[in-house]
């Protein structure tokens, strides 16, 4: 009878330490564990599955029982080496948890934990996912555990720690176990591939070495079932991995990414209809959240030689993900992400998910685009800034400017003496004032009749405020920035050496002091002014109106003439301004809470959700 064939990843499981691929630090440890002879009597080894546990657990066992032992190097020749080796010794007992997890089975091992070792020198105990036992049997096993009989080692082995009590934990000497990286795989795999005769070609050993996520014996059963396709004329090629996979290459990812950053449905459809004969719809959404996790990080990342070691696809696949992941907002790429998680749950307890998968994509190509979230800030942007326009603006507050002006000529006085003024005092500063500058109308007083808007000294000489703000804003910016100062932004001030811009909310101030909104600015500021002035970007201040309402232009006269006060008329003009205002103010507030009511919640995502906490608005449908 001709002998049973040995999987692989038994046939070359390591037997000594040194054999152990990628767990350096944890070698070196039990090494010097071994020859300091500093055992302990409960070890915790955890790591994801694939990566060593149990064997570095049957290779302590064996360095502690070898006849030449304890020794870091055991022999495997001698009989309890062995033993060890075929699971056939009397003093290294190996329990799997998941079966043996009643209170009952661990009362029935700590019976058995009473008896001294037979052939070696240690009996030791190996529990494998120790995480299955109930908390009655790792009660049960507390006290053993903390105060063993002598030469007693246990050695638990878990792929999931934090369902490990943590009494048991404190109670244990913990080694964590490493993905191998998948150079080290690569190597291995090479290795075995030439001692095993297989011909295969290195891009499939790095598509299996990829697919096996940091697990050696997951690579090498894939190694293992993929060595049927080998023969002398016939090499196993990346494609035979895909096929045998179920997976899909990198091609067909890139073609279903564009269809669905150009939102090209028809497309798309043909390419799952292609796609779903090969790989199975939970799988095309794995993959797909893979790719779409690569193209963030290098959407994210400008140092292309720390994203490489970080990306699962081949290098030559670089250069077009980089232009790829270009047609992609970063928020979007995160969008993405979510809705094929979200659908990856659903598909799997559906019957029909071919449908759903269909649903899934499809759904992604008609995404609340970026730009709709763009367009609905300026929105409220614009409603914002159009309702300050209608409050803010000076409503009561040029009785303090006219206050100078009103009480120029007299003492001043508060409002309640305004019935004392008819009085003929006042009359001759004013006669005085009627007749000294009689000719200063022709030269001086039709200056500001120019122009009603404030001006600044600038290079141009005379120009407003508002001309150069909208020189400025013409320069360098394109939209949405131009609209995003249009709108929310108020100069205050533009000179040579200053420019004071505000804005009525402290989150339109971050975003106006980000580069890509002020670098426009700085530089149109030097085209226009041949260096570049000192920009301020705040909110408004009580001072902003006298700063604003102020000409400044360098030719205007030093001592311009008073107008003829008129204090009575003035007053009456000024509490009427306010009435007006006041009314205006109240009739938008009451606008305001109509429309508030017309706004209807709406299912969103959270990133438009943010958007909206962040600018203090609502979703319009």
Known sequence: MADSYIPLYRKYRPQSLEELIGQESIVKTLFNAIELRKIVHAYLFTGPRGTGKTSSARIFAKSLNCVEGPTPNPCGKCHNCIDITNSNSVDVIEIDAASNRKVEDARNLLEKIQYVPVSGKYKIYIIDEVHMLTTEAFNTLLKTLEEPPANLVFILATTEAHKVLNTIISRCQRFDFRRISREGIIK????????????????????????????????????????????????????????????????????????????????????????????????????????????????????????????????SAYKDLKNQSEQFEVNEIVQIIEKLSEYERLIKNVSQQHLWLEIALISICHRQDIQILKDMEERLAR?????????????????????????????????????????????KPVEAMTEKPQPAPETTIPAPEKSTEPTVSAPTGGTSLSELWKQLLSKNLKMPSQSFFMSLSKPVEITAEKIVITFSNENFVKEAKKDIKLNPIQDAAKEIFGTLPHIVIRTPLPEDKNITNAPVVADTPVNPPPPIPEPVKQAAQISIDTESHQELEVEVTENLDDMNKALTPVNVSDQVKMAIDVFNGKVIE
């Open 383 to 427: 409603l914002e800034a159009g309702v300050s326009t209608g409050i803010r603006p000076a409503p009561a507050r040029p009785a303090p400017a006219l206050a100078p002006a009103k009480t120029l000529p007299v003492k001043p006085a508060p409002a309640q003496t305004l019935p004392e003024r008819p009085q003929p005092k006042p009359v």
């Open 188 to 315: 291995n795999l090479k290795d075995i591939s030439q001692k095993e005769n297989i011909n295969i070609e290195d891009k499939a050993l790095s598509l299996i070495a990829k697919k096996a996520y940091g697990g050696m014996r997951d690579a090498l059963g894939l190694l293992d079932q993929s060595s049927v396709l080998s023969t002398l004329d016939k090499e196993i090629t990346e494609s035979d991995i895909f096929s045998l996979l179920g997976s899909l290459s990198e091609e067909i990812l890139f073609n279903i990414t564009n269809s669905l950053a150009y939102k090209d449905v028809a497309s798309l459809m043909d390419l799952i209809d292609k796609v779903i004969q090969s790989c199975e719809p939970v799988n095309v959404i794995r993959e797909l959240i893979n790719y779409f996790r690569d193209i963030l990080i290098i959407r994210t990342c400008d140092d292309i030689e720390k994203v490489k070691p970080l990306i699962s696809l081949n290098e």
